[in-house]
């Protein structure tokens, strides 16, 4: 065969495969077409069973939901049947009380019965009325049994305690830990369930009526130790205990006297001392108490009523300290000078505590107010002792210096300077008082007798400054309390001896607090008097040595005498002289410095002209001069060197 004929037979066998790939693709496009059609014969049919199925299916929704509404409807009721049966239920346990040691199955109790009266409130149906009444009664005792146990458990740790027996407020007992956290979860709890019952269960005041009757109890002896001072000190009724130590009042004294009276007659181991007043310990222990109270409400009680609870439990306790500081108050008023330290005592404490009582009281305005007023009302008789001081040594009762004649120091001279040395320990507080009455406020006449008297401050708002012109004036005025007194002496001389005695003690006394305010030490009265009162009162001293000695003269004085024998003179020489002797052996001087003075000035009156008398005598064994020649110059010397002797 030939090449033509070989590519001529190719020619038609791809011919023949290309029409057979022809006649299949005819093929596959007409199955294409009827598969399409199929395809969308099925789409159309789909979608009318769609149409057809969506009812169907959102009905199965609806039967759903009514289904589960019908399931969660009978568990409902299944539950309201429940709550109708929760009193019946309930009861024996509610009505048997809580178990002290196991409180919750109780608790758990009650919220039953409150959710019950919840659920049942919600239906507000007829049939559940009585339901509702049951649950309501089961409610009340049961909320009653858990406040019960609230005050069984409050009353066992509050039968009172002594605040003074601890330092601080944290030291003071109150109740065991595990004690305090039950009764905070049965507050806390009681406290939620009446607000959500409206039950008025007044928790509040249970536990302010437990704990006001503690608190009482524990700050009752410093009520009472206030009134026991008052009744034993009170003016009232002194009288007679003044005459039982020699003091008469005299007729018709009044309040005014008996408190000076009392004022001279006080003794050195009755003198106040500081941090002793019954009101001050009163006061100490209810701020202590008061703050360990106000730390056991906050661990107890819930936080949304814990500062009402406080309030209403120290409430009558304040109260009653309020009452008993008005009281101390009226008694300072017509008490004796010397209470004033004790009063002084107190307005510091009280201003020293204010800070502690308005945290206390941060949310009771009144209570602050009360307080505030009582310390007040207590600057009434401190702001009157400047004047009263000053006008009892001005104007002292013949009683008042006239009480004794056995000598020593005078009994107003002596607790003027006790006083004194008191009240300046309270130097700070009485600068505070003093400015705003007003330099020279205590005296506004000069002071009678007194020459050279002290001058006013500088600066009348320098406190210090009229402090000081204060006591300065006290001295002089003193000073002149001494002269009035020594006219009351009876005996001859006397007067003098009780002058020189006196005026030496105020002048020691003087001395010796001076300088005693270096190297830190507190000023004492000389350092604040000055010397120009000491300086006025060594002149009175050197003023009354005069006279003194010319007392020693009169038994000398009939020596010049021409009408009397020389017998007649020693004899009248004798008996004045041994007067004299018995006058002073009968009038107490303690110390010995002024003793020498008064014996030395004594030899030196009477002695010179005693011994140059009795050189004048020729004949000393004469029977006209034997029988009274008794004593030799140096008899007199010795009988005058001993006379506080014998």
Not at 594 to 605: C, F, K, P
Request: proline share 4%; with cysteine; aromatic share 8%.
């Amino acid at each position: 065969m030939t090449t033509n004929d070989n590519f001529l037979q190719d020619d038609a066998e791809e011919e023949a495969e290309l029409e057979f790939l022809r006649d299949s693709l005819e093929q596959m496009d007409n199955l294409a077409d009827k598969t399409t059609q199929l395809l969308e014969l099925f789409d159309t049919r789909l979608k009318n069973l769609g149409r057809v199925i969506a009812p169907i299916y959102k009905s199965t929704q609806k039967f759903t939901r009514l289904y589960d509404n019908v399931e969660k409807s009978i568990g409902t009721l299944d539950d309201i049947l429940l709550f109708f049966n929760v009193a019946a239920d309930e009861s024996e346990t509610i009505r048997a009380g809580p178990d002290n040691s196991e409180l919750l199955p109780y608790l758990d109790s009650i919220n039953r019965l409150k959710d019950a009266n919840d659920a049942l409130g919600r239906l507000d149906l007829d049939s559940a009325k009585q339901s509702r009444r049951e649950i309501h009664e089961l409610l009340k005792i049961g909320l009653g049994n858990l406040s019960q146990l609230f005050s069984q458990w409050l009353k066992q740790q509050s039968g009172g305690v002594d605040p003074a027996a601890y330092t601080s407020a944290t030291e003071i007992p109150t109740f065991p830990t595990d004690t305090v956290k039950l009764l905070s979860m049965l507050a806390t709890y009681l406290n939620l369930v009446n607000d959500e019952v409206s039950y008025d269960l007044k928790l509040t005041k249970t536990y302010a009526s437990i704990r006001t009757r503690h608190l009482q109890k524990s700050l009752a002896q410093f009520s009472d130790m206030c009134m026991l001072h008052i009744k034993s000190n009170s003016v009232d009724g002194s009288n007679k205990a003044m005459a039982q130590q020699g003091y008469a009042a005299g007729p018709g004294a009044g309040q005014s006297s008996s408190a000076e009276s009392r004022f001279c007659s006080m003794r050195n181991e009755n003198w106040y001392e500081t941090g002793t007043s019954p009101f001050v310990q009163y006061t100490a222990n209810i701020v202590k108490l008061f703050e360990a109270e106000r730390d056991l409400v906050r661990q107890i009680m819930p936080t949304i009523i814990s500062q009402e609870t406080f309030q209403m439990t120290v409430g009558r306790p304040f109260e009653s300290y309020l009452n008993t500081g008005d009281k101390m108050t009226a008694y300072f008023a017509s008490a004796p000078l010397y209470e004033i330290l004790q009063a002084l005592d107190i307005y510091g404490r009280l201003l020293d505590t204010e800070g502690a009582i308005d945290a206390l009281f941060a949310q009771s305005t009144s209570q602050r107010n009360a307080f505030s007023k009582l310390l007040a009302r207590l600057q009434t008789p401190l702001n009157k002792c400047f004047a009263a001081l000053i006008t009892l040594l001005r104007n002292p009762s013949r009683d008042s210096i006239g009480q004794k004649q056995t000598g020593g120091v005078h009994e107003l001279v002596f607790n003027t300077l006790t006083f004194l040395n008191y009240l300046i320990l309270y130097k700070d507080l009485l600068i505070a008082l003093i400015v705003p009455l007003g330099d020279g406020h205590w005296a506004r006449t000069p002071l009678p007798g007194i020459t050279g008297a002290s001058q006013p401050a500088g600066d009348p708002n320098d406190g210090l400054a009229v402090f000081q012109h204060y006591l300065r004036d006290v001295i002089d005025a003193l000073a002149g309390t001494i002269e009035q007194a020594s006219k009351q002496m009876k005996r001859a001389g006397l007067e003098y001896v009780f002058l020189i005695n006196n005026y030496s003690y105020l002048a020691r006394a003087l001395r010796d607090t001076m300088n005693s305010g270096s190297e830190g030490q507190a000023l004492g009265l000389g350092d604040l008097v000055g010397r120009s009162p000491l300086t006025r009162i060594e002149a009175r001293i050197e003023s009354s040595r005069k006279p003194y000695a010319v007392t020693w003269t009169s038994p000398t004085n009939s020596f010049m005498s021409a009408s009397l024998s020389t017998g007649e003179k020693l004899s009248l020489f004798n008996r004045e002289f041994e007067d004299i002797l018995r006058g002073h052996r009968s009038f107490e001087v303690f110390d010995a410095d002024v003793r020498a003075v008064l014996i030395s000035d004594a030899i030196e009156a009477i002695l010179p002209t005693y011994e140059g008398f009795l050189k004048q005598i020729p004949d000393k064994g004469a029977p006209d001069v034997a029988h009274v020649f008794k004593y030799r110059p140096k008899d007199i010397q010795r009988r005058i060197q001993s006379m506080w002797d014998e």
